[in-house]
C-alpha cells in the first residue's frame, strides 16, 4: 500500500505563485512516476505534471507549460509543483497520483494511489 499526501494549497491573485507538495510513503519502491492532476467543479479530472523515477523525464500539459515547473526528491519521497503566473483558469482542487511504473503517463487511470486533494484557488 502507498500513502500520498498533498499540502501547499491556498489562495492567492492572478499571477502569483504557489508550491504543491506531495509526499509519498509506504511500498513504493525506486522505481514510480508522480503526477499531478486537478478537477475544477463541473469538469473532468485532467493532467497537469508528471515526472519520472529518475527525475530526468518531465510531461506537462500545453495549459501550464513555461508556468509550471516539477520536481522530486527521491531521498526523501517527495514531488513538487511550482505554479507561477497563475490563473484564475488554474483554480482547482489539485491531486498528486503514483504510478508504479517506468513510463510518465497522462491518463488517470494509469495512476495506482492518489491523495486527498488540495485546493488551489486564483482571484482575479
Known amino acids: 500500500q502507498v500513502h500520498v499526501v498533498e499540502s501547499g494549497g491556498g489562495l492567492v491573485q492572478a499571477g502569483g505563485s504557489l508550491r504543491l507538495s506531495c509526499a509519498a510513503s509506504?511500498?513504493?519502491?525506486?522505481?514510480?512516476?508522480m503526477g499531478w492532476f486537478r478537477q475544477a467543479p463541473g469538469k473532468e479530472r485532467e493532467f497537469v505534471a508528471a515526472i519520472d523515477w529518475s527525475g530526468d523525464r518531465t510531461d506537462y500539459a500545453d495549459s501550464v507549460k513555461g508556468r509550471f515547473t516539477i520536481s522530486r526528491d527521491n531521498a526523501r519521497n517527495t514531488a513538487s509543483l511550482q505554479m507561477n503566473s497563475l490563473k484564475p483558469e488554474d483554480t482547482a482542487v489539485y491531486y498528486c497520483?503514483?504510478?508504479?511504473?517506468?513510463?510518465?503517463?497522462?491518463?488517470?487511470?494509469?495512476?495506482?494511489?492518489w491523495g486527498q486533494g488540495t485546493q488551489v484557488t486564483v482571484s482575479s
Open positions: 509506504g511500498r513504493t519502491g525506486s522505481i514510480y512516476t
Open positions: 497520483a503514483v504510478d508504479l511504473s517506468l513510463r510518465i503517463a497522462t491518463i488517470a487511470l494509469e495512476y495506482d494511489y
